[in-house]
């Protein structure tokens, strides 16, 4: 399997290797509920729902800009069905860094997806209690949602522009 973008080019994102925003994602300590519950719930249990994956996921990769292989490596060793190849196809697909990703420009509103998916609440206050059962932050969070989403938009699609070698 690839430990490397499947397109070469992605690996040119300016990669974050903060140790403290990776621990933070890793022990669902964001500020962020859908992230942190996601994370505690991997933590606590071994397992997570595709959803919550696919949350955690691109938060680290679009949003953290931590470097994905780090990432990949930490929740597979978390998950109790944790599968190599699965894994690292969730990766590259939630990253857009595969053969059938998510496109670059696609990034999770993270307020809207713990809406959407948790609509009562229940499963953030269960592992975020802190926050209320509410989406959004109940702390400051360790990111700017919007300037992440903007810095890694602008990396993105220059990144996309440029030619395959």
Known sequence: MLQKAFDPRWEALPWNDDPGLFEAWLTGQTGIP?????????????FLSNR??????QFAV??????WQKCERAFRDLLLDGDNASNLQGWHW????????????????LIAQAEAHDP?????????????????????PVLDLELAR???????SWIAKTPVR
């Open 34 to 46: 859908v992230v942190d519950a996601a994370m505690r719930e991997l933590q606590a249990t071994g």
């Open 52 to 57: 919550g994956r696919m949350v955690a996921a």
């Open 62 to 67: 679009k949003l953290a800009l931590l470097p």
């Open 94 to 109: 939630a990253g857009g860094l595969g053969v059938d990703a998510a496109p670059y420009f696609r990034i999770f509103n």
């Open 120 to 140: 009562d609440g229940a499963w953030l206050q269960r592992w975020v209690p802190e926050s209320g059962g509410r989406p959004r932050p109940y702390k400051p």
């Open 150 to 156: 903007r810095r890694y938009l602008e990396a993105a």
